[in-house]
């Protein structure tokens, strides 16, 4: 709102079951249609029988996360379960730096660390 350029803002978000979880639909809806997110991913985890969570989108869509995060040095923010959900969403992180960004494990966690030092990759989690 400011005028300030910025990059493509992509929100994966889930919760357990839409109708009861889904708190700022209307909200984010409207950022897309006003363009503040370039893109929204839902996933429900409870409102189909197999369940879909945000690590499955983020498979889904490795290359956007790449685009995002290593061809435009954009930034990651994760916020949720820090348990299981911020572990995995770091190893799937950790899996598209060493296939699109072609680098060892070794590699991938000192791009990951880099990442955290320049303040692009954030979490706020809890357990």
């Known amino acids: 709102k400011e005028g300030k ?3 493509d803002t992509i929100l994966y978000f889930g919760c ?3 109708q009861e979880d889904y708190l700022y639909e209307d ?4 950022y897309v ?3 503040t997110l370039t893109k929204l991913h839902l996933a429900f985890s409870r409102d189909q029988p197999e369940k879909v969570y945000v690590t499955h989108l983020l498979h889904q869509n490795k ?3 790449w685009k995002v995060i290593g061809e435009s040095n954009g930034h990651i923010y994760v916020c ?3 348990r299981n959900m911020a572990k995995d969403v ?4 950790l899996e598209i730096i060493q296939e699109y960004g072609q680098k060892s494990k070794n590699d991938a966690e000192a791009y990951i660390k880099r990442m955290e030092s ?8 809890w357990s």
């Not at 320049?118 to 989690?125: F, K, L, T």
């Open 5 to 7: 350029p910025v990059g």
């Open 80 to 82: 949720g379960d820090a």
């Open 33 to 35: 249609e006003e363009g």
């Open 63 to 65: 290359e956007e996360i």
């Open 16 to 18: 357990r079951k839409a």
């Open 90 to 93: 770091h190893n799937i992180i």
């Open 118 to 125: 320049q303040r692009r990759y954030s979490a706020d989690v």
């Open 27 to 30: 909200e984010l809806k409207a």
